[in-house]
């Protein structure tokens, strides 16, 4: 494997290509070595921050925000105009990097820096837009309005899932909102999350602009406490799974901070008799397999019309056979493997749960075995027809197993759909507009995310990103979740010579 992009990244050659997983350093509490599912070879190490490292962040990260909300929103854009720009010189070199440190395909690779560059091009125009309300004051010569300010430093939490693209949907907009951030990726990707910050110290040189601006720090969810628990953090926002989520809110909210938080999915898509099957077809597979099945947005379950039933079952069934399964960077292959051999393992337990829960396999899975499969992280996407309260079926397993359920008439698919712990994505598929606004009414999906005559995964940047109930409720990325990154002042100014107080009460003396 031609591992160049490594050193286009500035990921230091002592530490990459080494094929034989030996370990390059002596210590071993001290080094996160990071071992891709792609091959298993070994690439490279990062250091787990310290204590006394977090706190020397901290300081920096403090002494560049009081430089950094002096910049105009504007000038800030610029810099994350900057951003975008090296992320589009980037773009083949982090790519690859995503795709061989992760395992999702080549293409998807691509895909995830180019949501970094979109959310770099919409940062942009939102710096001149970080608009704020006036009102009319009761009271006469009298202004009032509301501003929004940055909190200050901002902890992100992300997934090894998508190691690059939720770091900067997070941070490109708090960058313009004034804030600063400290961001802990994966230690499942600790190389994506150096070579975006190397990327960034590019654009944060050229510029002269405070190092603390945007920092790292590498390590697993002990290291993420050091956030969480952090009182000079007012907003960690944490994206991953929903037992995460859950002690990171407690925590958080423990010490009365904010927490934006973005967890697990069990997405359905309704198919309806008079959807396009051509439309199901290809929406479903992506969103099933898309990313071995390790997407938030995943589409775990397919609530099928009776009548079609069989058709649909049909089509699914014959489009598995074509998938091609092996080395994401290979553009033939749809399917690249799992993030590690425990991923595997809760794909396997799966499996048999639902087997054991009364489910019946409509495709098989299993691990693939021989040349080109032996880091062992390769499996084959599955389906199974199933019910939907089995327990397994209200789980969200991060692997490529598509549920199977049929249904009798809209309502109950729609209260299948909603009866989940989780309320990420969901879609329907039909051309009778009748039961697609049934879909998006009040009445209708539950979720953050509600489509039509679309998979559950893939959502563009410019909307709102999250959900409902265990997903955690937060909304990142488009629309106005830049809100969520500020800190909103409501001002009152009175420019008579009288003080006339509120509410009408009279105090004179
Ligand atoms: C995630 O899986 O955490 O909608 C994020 C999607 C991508 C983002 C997924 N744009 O599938």
């Given at each position: 494997m031609n591992l160049d992009f490594l050193k286009t990244l500035g990921l230091e050659e002592r530490n990459a290509g080494t094929s034989t997983g030996a370990r390059a350093y002596e210590s071993e509490a001290d080094y996160i070595d990071s071992y891709s599912p792609v091959d298993g070879k070994y690439i490279g190490s990062v250091s787990v921050t310290t204590k006394e490292q977090y706190e020397t962040v901290m300081e920096k990260a403090g002494e560049a925000f009081k430089v950094w909300r002096k910049y105009t929103a504007p000038q800030r854009g610029e810099i994350v105009r900057q951003y975008g720009e090296a992320l589009r010189k980037y773009k083949e070199p982090l790519g690859k990097l995503v795709s061989?440190?992760?395992?999702?395909?080549?293409?998807?690779?691509?895909?995830?820096?180019?949501?970094?560059?979109?959310?770099?091009?919409?940062?942009?125009?939102?710096?001149r837009q970080l608009y704020g309300l006036t009102m009319h004051s009761e009271r006469p010569n009298h202004r009032m309005y509301e501003q929004w300010h940055p909190f200050g430093i901002v902890g992100i939490i992300s997934a090894f899932n998508f190691p690059v693209a939720v770091w900067s949907w997070n941070s490109m907009i708090a960058f313009v909102c004034g804030d600063v951030c400290v961001w802990k990726g994966s230690e499942k990707t600790p190389l994506c999350s150096v070579a975006c910050q190397n990327i960034w110290k590019e654009v944060v040189e050229a510029n002269d602009i405070p190092e603390g601006v945007g920092s790292i720090i590498n390590g697993d969810y002990k290291v993420g406490e050091y956030m969480t628990t952090d009182k000079r953090i007012p907003l960690i926002s944490a994206t991953g799974s929903t037992r995460m989520g859950k002690i990171v809110a407690q925590t958080v909210a423990g010490r009365l901070g904010r927490s934006l938080l973005e967890l697990g999915g069990n997405n359905a898509i309704i198919v309806t008799e008079s959807s396009d099957l051509k439309v199901v077809l290809t929406g479903s597979v992506f969103g099933a397999v898309g990313t071995c099945g390790q997407r938030c947005t995943t589409t775990r379950r397919l609530i099928v019309h009776r009548s079609i039933y069989n058709t649909v079952k049909e089509n699914m069934a014959s489009a598995y056979t074509?998938?091609?399964?092996?080395?994401?960077?290979?553009?033939?292959?749809?399917?690249?493997?799992?993030?590690?051999?425990?991923?595997?393992?809760?794909?396997?337990?799966?499996?048999?749960?639902?087997?054991?829960?009364?489910?019946?396999?409509?495709?098989?899975?299993?691990?693939?075995?021989?040349?080109?499969?032996?880091?062992?992280?390769?499996?084959?996407?599955?389906?199974?027809?199933?019910?939907?309260?089995?327990?397994?079926?209200q789980h969200e397993t991060f692997a490529p197993i598509l549920y199977l359920i049929p249904y009798d008439n809209l309502e109950d698919a729609i209260e299948m759909q909603n009866d989940v712990p989780q309320g990420l994505s969901s879609a329907i598929m039909t051309n009778n507009l009748r039961e697609a606004e049934l879909f998006l009414s009040c009445a209708g999906s539950d979720c953050g995310i509600a489509n039509v005559n679309i998979g559950t995964s893939g959502a563009e940047i410019g909307g709102a990103f999250g959900g409902e109930k265990e997903t955690g409720g937060g909304r990142e990325s488009g629309s106005d979740s830049w809100k969520a990154y500020m800190r909103r002042q409501t001002n009152t100014i009175n420019y008579g010579a009288e003080v006339p107080l509120a509410q009408g009460i009279k105090f004179d003396f």
């Open positions: 061989y440190e992760m395992g999702k395909s080549l293409q998807e690779g691509y895909g995830e820096v180019q949501e970094m560059i979109d959310i770099c091009d919409f940062a942009v125009g939102l710096s074509q998938l091609r399964i092996g080395n994401p960077l290979d553009e033939n292959n749809h399917v690249g493997p799992l993030i590690d051999k425990d991923a595997v393992n809760m794909y396997l337990s799966a499996l048999e749960q639902a087997v054991e829960q009364g489910g019946s396999v409509l495709v098989e899975g299993g691990v693939l075995e021989g040349e080109g499969y032996e880091s062992g992280c390769y499996v084959k996407p599955a389906i199974v027809e199933a019910h939907n309260n089995m327990p397994i079926v």
